[in-house]
């Protein structure tokens, strides 16, 4: 969206992220583990990401974890912020609802504009996918259509796309944006129907780049960086690094054992 573009000039990057509860092996979980969360390592890689990302924006902003909530580390689910303005959601699941209290004090201190979703709204942010300024949010679990219509009344300028989510958590468990028009893709058969449900609203906007491992579609571009994650899509470096000036493969195993990707561990947005 090129007003969205325009307004962000000469502004800065920031990441916002949320530490790893004493909680934390409590996270919710679609399928048990094949071996227990760590909660040591979680947070040793947890550290490792945030110091990754203070390479690339100029500020992060470090939110404590709270033990009520075991899922607290995965911040993207608790706010869209586009431009000046964040949506402060009403997460989908009912123990990760109280999440977003603390993200809406430091986002509002930030000085965004913030609107909240009301109930009997649900939305998550990672089924919220800004890609080449158009935005789609995923009807899944977590995402009802009043929550999607929370998005569409916070960003009126853009516009929501919705795609029905069938089988996976997230939209973006799914697909993740790696490059200007150019989409990661799992092979599989749910979010391949997404993705083409896509391009028949977008008139073929998109090109997609095909991942054959599940879960390793959840990139995070951050300026000409694509962070992968190591361990599920680590083989596809050589692939993935036709897409971005640099590919960093990132450890972020013991958070996919609670369904975590890549993007959901922060906020990242222009200040
Ligand atoms: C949950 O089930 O809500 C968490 N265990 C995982 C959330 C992952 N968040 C994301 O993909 N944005």
């Not at 033990?67 to 706010?79: G, K, L, R, V």
């Amino acid at each position: 969206n090129e007003s969205v573009a325009a307004a962000n000039k000469g502004k800065s990057k920031v990441a916002v992220v949320r530490g790893v509860p004493d909680s934390f092996a409590n996270a919710l979980a679609m399928e048990k583990p094949a071996s227990p969360v760590n909660l040591e390592r979680a947070r040793e890689q947890h550290a490792a990401y945030v110091q990754i990302l203070r390479g690339l924006v100029q500020e992060v902003i470090e939110i404590p974890a709270d033990n009520q909530y075991p899922d607290c580390p995965f911040i993207e689910d608790t706010a869209i912020v586009i431009g000046n303005q964040a949506l402060i959601t009403r997460p989908g699941a009912v123990s990760r609802q109280g999440e977003e209290v603390e993200v809406h004090h430091a986002l509002a201190k930030m000085g965004l504009k913030i609107c909240e979703v009301q109930p009997p709204g649900l939305i998550d942010g990672g089924d919220v996918l800004y890609a080449s300024g158009l935005l789609f949010a995923g009807k899944s679990r977590r995402t009802n259509d009043d929550g999607i219509l929370a998005l569409t009344n916070a960003f009126p300028e853009i516009g929501v796309h919705p795609i029905k989510v069938a089988k996976g958590l997230h939209l973006k468990s799914a697909l993740t944006c790696i490059a200007p028009r150019t989409l990661a893709v799992e092979d599989n058969e749910d979010p391949q129907a997404m993705f083409e449900e896509l391009q028949k609203m977008t008139a073929q906007h998109f090109k997609s780049f095909q991942v054959s491992v599940a879960g390793a579609a959840n990139t995070l571009w951050v300026g000409d960086t694509l962070l992968i994650s190591s361990t599920l899509a680590g083989d596809l470096e050589p692939h993935f690094k036709q897409f971005a000036g640099e590919v960093v493969p990132v450890d972020i195993s013991e958070f996919h054992k609670a369904d975590g990707g890549l993007t959901c561990l922060s906020l990242i947005f222009e200040l």
